[in-house]
């Protein structure tokens, strides 16, 4: 029999290794959250033992991480600190994976020995790779029948036992498992709970034998989405994560990373933030993006990689002198809910708190889909207030228990009950607003399963906002009455222009001036609606206004208009831009238009044209800094001409780029895409 103190000891250091060090001894690849030489060695088929299924019914929802959770998976032996986990067992069931009954009894001494909730605390059984629980993590999806379930995917790893793990949560949680044969992983994945979602182009790289539509299909079919921002990635690291540098905060808020202007790769994070800046949320105005400072080194600063856990938000700090700044960023971003640092030296600039949690999604929710009222809205005295409420528990929602909670330019909140009108559909009004009132809303409801849920998530400290706006007689609104361009990155990448009807009747709009060299500058409108169209009362088209290339000009300021005009009226705003980010630009001469193609390319990149005399052709491609970065001159005879770009012999890097072609003396621009 083993003696009793030597027994003692050996359980009280098996305690103290597990809580000083928090894991086990790895080999190293286990330690990799990129391949590692081992692995790039295996000739391995990630769907070899993957099985493929019919997609959920549709419509289908993709649950998004601020959604409501029930739960978190976490994986033995940890990639997280103690302090993280007692933080989260203080509030919801934290699920860890362990391969046996003896290792749950090994973390279930840890856990008690750091005051961790243990009744709060399961295990699920099964064999794994790695700590990675948001690769290889399961995807959580409604779908038509409001029936939950999971969307299982091939993990991009050779780690077989990991890719297994969402069939083992679809068993313990007793939910439909359906398989899309897409080779993906958790990290390079955000969705916005409503049909819209993000990755880098890492997606296209390991899926070679779909094309992008097909990767559109799939992802439409199993997960919902209608609009996939597929984007080039400005870490440029081995990982392409978008978590290491992007992450949807709501609907509507995208936090995007930020490195100095020094830095190498500033331009492509901005050309990262200007997309979301420049792109209908599905609130149908374009996201609200924050910024938190993220230039890597040592120690890490990887705050994007954090996790929204239904009321708190915990972020991965490392001792940077950056800490305190991106907490800051946190609280600016989300007002209401509960931000939490936590400390640990094992975060890693590709690899932080994000990578190594995954949230479970409330199979039973109380889910409100609303899409609010925003920015500038035309005045009426009383404002219906639509929204469907979902009980996936299948629970009745109590009919009393269903308000629209509203303020008045600052005042305390009051709430109107809603109404019940059929389906899922509930109305409700906010009354008694006068024109130009500044009006804060937000949405309760609560169902007998005992759920409530509030839109926006937190309520009342960041509730939706608008504005009841009145212009006299005239039905629409044009806001900003006036675009200034004043930076290059508003040059390159436009300004928003909002045509808002604030009439009670639907409007057509039979033009909107499309471009002009007036007054020697070009400006034109990025994706024109097709028109004559009509919007609706209280409707909002915003279009993007850009203007030419960044060159030095005179140093003064030039003025254009923009018109918009329905059958009955002309509107119009001002355009002005600083002569020293425009290029002057002559009348083009049609027979010398430029086409340019492929547009996105893969390698080769032709700009071709008819040339009416022979003349001198140059083609210039410049970053979105306004650095030029490859330039060509040729002479030309007349006739058809092609010039090619590879890109590889320019060492051109992925990216967003302006082309120049200057025929004689007539430039011609526009954007090009370059994603190898």
């Not at 069931?93 to 605390?121: K, M």
């Not at 003064?556 to 002057?584: K, R």
Request: overall charge negative; charged content about 20%; hydrophobic content about 35%.
């Amino acid at each position: 029999m083993m003696d009793t103190k030597y027994f003692l000891f050996v359980i009280v250091f098996a305690l103290l290794s597990v809580t000083l060090f928090g894991q086990e001894k790895k080999t190293d690849w286990q330690k990799l959250h990129y391949l590692s030489e081992e692995e790039m060695q295996i000739e391995f088929d990630f769907t070899r033992d993957f099985y493929e299924t019919d997609p959920p019914a549709p419509p289908v929802r993709n649950v998004a991480e601020f959604d409501q959770m029930q739960a978190v998976l976490i994986r033995y032996p940890f990639g997280i600190p103690y302090t993280l986990i007692k933080e989260m067992a203080d509030d919801i069931e934290v699920i860890t994976i362990v391969a046996n009954p003896s290792q749950e009894q090994t973390v279930l001494a840890a856990y008690t020995a750091n005051n961790v909730n243990t009744g709060n605390c399961s295990f699920i059984y099964a064999a794994s790779d790695s700590y990675w629980t948001r690769d290889y993590g399961p995807w959580y999806v409604f779908d038509g029948n409001n029936q939950p379930g999971i969307v299982n995917f091939p993990y991009n790893r050779p780690r077989p036992n990991d890719n297994d793990i969402p069939i083992h949560m679809a068993t313990y949680l007793d939910i439909d498992l359906y398989g899309m044969n897409l080779s993906h992983t958790g990290g390079n994945y955000m969705t916005c709970g409503l049909g819209k979602s993000s990755s880098t182009d890492l997606i296209w790289d390991e899926n070679p034998g779909l094309s992008e539509e097909d990767i559109d299909s799939l992802v439409f079919h199993y997960l919902g989405i209608e609009n996939y921002f597929v984007r080039p990635d400005p870490l440029d690291e081995y990982i392409k994560h978008i978590d290491c540098w992007g992450k949807f905060l709501s609907p509507g808020k995208v936090l995007i990373g930020e490195v100095l202007e020094s830095d190498y790769r500033y331009a492509d994070f901005e050309a990262a933030a200007n997309f979301f800046k420049n792109t209908t949320s599905s609130y149908g105005i374009p996201y609200e993006v924050f910024r938190v400072m993220t230039p890597g080194g040592s120690p890490a600063t990887a705050y994007t990689n954090s996790l929204i856990l239904n009321n708190k938000v915990f972020v991965p700090l490392s001792g940077s002198t950056l800490d305190d700044e991106a907490l800051e960023a946190y609280e600016e971003a989300m007002p209401g809910y509960e931000i939490v640092g936590i400390m640990y030296g094992g975060w890693q600039n590709t690899d932080a708190l994000h990578c190594r949690t995954k949230g479970v999604a409330d199979l039973g929710m109380l889910y409100i889909k609303h899409i609010p009222l925003l920015g500038m809205i035309g005045h009426q005295y009383d404002y219906e207030i639509s929204a469907e409420v979902i009980a996936y528990s299948g629970e009745d929602i109590y009919s009393d228990s269903v308000f629209v909670y509203y303020s008045v330019n600052g005042g305390d909140f009051e709430s109107n009950l809603m109404e019940y009108e059929s389906g899922t559909t509930w109305t409700g009004i906010i009354n008694d607003i006068e024109a130009g009132d500044s009006v804060s809303y937000y949405l309760y409801a609560a169902d007998e399963s005992d759920r409530k849920a509030m839109h926006p998530y937190i309520g009342q400290p960041d509730p939706h906002e608008f504005i009841a706006f009145w212009i006299g007689d005239d039905p629409l609104l044009l806001e900003p009455d006036t675009l200034l361009f004043l930076t290059f990155d508003d040059c390159v990448n436009g300004l928003p222009f909002n045509i808002i009807n604030v009439s009670n009747d639907s409007i057509e709009i039979t033009n909107i001036t499309p471009w002009s060299v007036d007054e020697g500058f070009l400006w034109e409108v990025l994706d024109m609606p097709d028109l004559p169209l009509k919007i609706g009362s209280d409707d909002t088209l915003t279009i993007n206004v850009v203007v030419g290339i960044p060159v030095r000009s005179s140093g003064e300021l030039l003025q254009d208009t923009i018109f918009v005009n329905t059958a009955e009226n002309e509107f119009s705003s001002l355009i002005i831009v600083d002569s020293d980010l425009v290029q002057g630009l002559e009348e083009f001469d049609s027979e010398n238009q430029v086409d340019v193609y492929p547009n996105p390319f893969q390698s080769q990149l032709w700009f071709e044209f008819d040339l009416n005399r022979n003349e001198n052709v140059m083609v210039n491609l410049f970053d979105l800094s306004g650095r030029l970065v490859y330039s060509s001159q040729s002479n030309l005879n007349h006739g058809l001409q092609r010039v090619k770009i590879d890109a590889s012999r320019i060492g051109l890097k992925p990216g967003t780029y302006i082309y120049q072609v200057v025929i004689g003396k007539e430039p011609q621009t526009g954007k090009i895409i370059y994603k190898p």
